[in-house]
T-cell receptor, first 116, second 109 residues
């Protein structure tokens, strides 16, 4: 149990375009979802926390108008990278937490974004 | 500020035992996680400690001392597939996960 999927697993886009990444909890209801970014050889960096039905809470330094997060249901959250630039190229990982197991996060497989 | 320290890289031999240490200074404590992350993949859950002591799970064990702000992950009977980064993360008083930078473990034959 506790499976989280992400789609797409990798994407290449041109500079200036927007990319949407989906994160789904497949067999549980995710009251909270987290979006992370990870650059090569670095640790995870939390970008934002989203609770179902409410606005996401962004970490300091993360532009909320650039990284749009929507958590419309208990099983789906989306991250849209708007007007992507090459420096946005990174590994984006979502994780989900259910209220029943408040301390454990389940990670999706990640999405590798390359902006050319 | 909040801080989690773990060694950057460790090397061990196949079949041996290795201990990866993690020390933390956080505003509050609601538990400590260890995750394994292979290159290019998302982290996978290994263990969760909230009480002092040793938790054993197969070849992997995790220890916690809250008074010392210290944890370790012990890997026994090392296999080549254990080559990965091991991430220590602490839940603070706001229930936020604070991540260490990870320890890259290299297993040699």
């Amino acid at each position: 149990g506790a499976v989280v999927s992400q789609h797409p697993s990798w994407v290449i886009c041109k500079s200036g375009t927007s990319v949407k990444i989906e994160c789904r909890s497949l067999d549980f209801q995710a009251t909270t979802m987290f979006w992370y970014r990870q650059f090569p050889k670095q640790s995870l960096m939390l970008m934002a926390t989203s609770n179902e039905g409410s606005k996401a809470t962004y970490e300091q330094g993360v532009e909320k108008d650039k990284f749009l997060i929507n958590h419309a249901s208990l099983t789906l959250s989306t991250l849209t990278v708007t007007s992507a630039h090459p420096e946005d190229s990174s590994f984006y990982i979502c994780s989900a937490r259910t209220s029943g197991r408040a301390y454990e996060q389940y990670f999706g497989p990640g999405t590798r974004l390359t902006v050319t | 500020g909040q801080n989690i320290d773990q060694p950057t890289e460790m090397t061990a031999t196949e079949g041996a035992i290795v201990q990866i240490n993690c020390t933390y200074q956080t505003s509050g404590f609601n538990g400590l996680f260890w995750y394994q992350q292979h290159a290019g993949e998302a982290p996978t859950f290994l263990s969760y400690n909230v009480l002092d002591g040793l938790e054993e799970k197969g070849r992997f064990s995790s220890f916690l001392s809250r008074s010392k702000g210290y944890s370790y992950l012990l890997l026994k009977e090392l296999q080549m597939k254990d080559s990965a980064s091991y991430l220590c993360a602490v839940i603070d008083s706001n229930y936020q996960l604070i991540w260490g930078a990870g320890t890259k473990l290299i297993i040699k034959p």
